[in-house]
């Protein structure tokens, strides 16, 4: 077969259309899997495919390709609509992901790589419905997999976290706020500025190596008092800003996130299937348990038949 060369006209694109469903068959003629427009014209650039004449957006592979694709009659093959799988709606959809993103994220290469099974188009209100739903089920695996969802590792400062609650306040109502608590307030700040600055300077000279110029004492060593604020040093209005924008936590060394500590103890067992690749049956629980979830709750009646909870997991 000649090579095709012309450039492909393509259909006119919409916001809305998020399925392009053009189909990659293989040089024995084998539907393959379905790919966007884009990655069809990836092909036919490379000249690795070729248009299909007689089918509409349908690209043939110039080139035997590795494994064979998805199985005949899966739901990887078939043709996707453009609506949103629970009420049928064609405005403002968007890709739901059935395993969250916070957990896929940290999944072996050979489960979520190249994978849209588990991405489903939902409208934002049929999205907005079921989130408080996957959040409840998030917050089980608080529990089950021992690791809150902000993660773990964090290292707070309270006296920084009481210093910027303070600058804060006086920031955005010190008009409504009674002359003595406002001092208070003032006091706190101005405490913990100078000991704030005292700190940055010594972290600064042990960074530049410039301890003799601490010991020797220069302008901005000195306290600040209420007084002497902006005498030579940052006025009132930026100590205030500069302490309201303080971070009070941060990651330290040892932080890991909710969902790499989900799939690490998820991946601890792993087996070799008869073709000696890995698998790990625990997170093929979990996904297959997320995917359950999301049926139950979302009552996804246009949603095709042949999406299962057990389609496969496994994009090899
Ligand atoms: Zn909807």
Avoid at 52 to 67: C, M, W
Avoid at 176 to 190: E, F
Avoid at 266 to 273: A, F, G, Y
């Amino acid at each position: 077969m000649p090579r095709e060369k012309k450039e492909v006209v393509m259909p006119s694109k919409k916001s809305n259309i998020i399925y392009e469903n053009w189909k990659v068959y293989s040089k024995a003629h084998k539907l393959m899997f379905r790919c966007n427009e884009k990655k069809a014209q990836w092909y036919l650039k490379r000249e690795l495919a070729t248009l299909l004449p007689k089918e509409t957006r349908s690209i043939k592979l110039t080139f035997e390709a590795k494994g064979d694709g998805h199985k005949k009659g899966d739901y990887m093959v078939e043709d996707r609509s453009n609506i949103c799988i629970s009420c049928g709606g064609d405005q403002y959809l968007t890709i739901h992901h059935v395993v969250p993103e916070m957990y896929r994220h940290w999944m072996p290469l050979a489960v979520k790589s190249k994978s849209s099974r588990d991405l489903l188009l939902l409208c934002k209100h049929c999205h907005n419905g079921y989130e408080d739903k996957a959040m409840k089920f998030k917050k089980q695996c608080v529990n089950r997999f021992n690791i809150p969802l902000e993660g773990h590792g964090w290292v707070y400062l309270p006296h920084y976290k009481v210093a910027k609650k303070a600058a804060s306040a006086l920031i955005r109502s010190a008009d409504k706020i009674p002359q003595d608590r406002q001092q208070v307030l003032k006091d706190t700040v101005l405490k913990f500025w100078n000991e704030y600055r005292k700190e940055v300077k010594e972290k600064e000279a042990v960074h530049s190596d410039k301890e003799e110029e601490i010991t020797s004492g220069n302008k901005g060593e000195e306290t600040v008092t209420e007084e002497t604020v902006g005498d030579g040093n940052e006025d009132w209005d930026t100590i205030l800003e500069k302490c309201s924008l303080l971070e009070d936590h941060f990651r330290g060394s040892d932080f890991i996130e909710h969902g790499n500590k989900v799939i690490q103890q998820l991946t601890k067992n792993c087996v070799r299937n008869d073709r000696g690749q890995e698998t790990w049956p625990d997170l093929e629980g979990f996904i297959k348990e997320w995917r359950q979830h999301f049926l139950d709750h979302i009552d996804p009646k246009f949603l095709s038949e042949l999406w299962t909870v057990d389609g496969d997991i496994y994009t090899r």
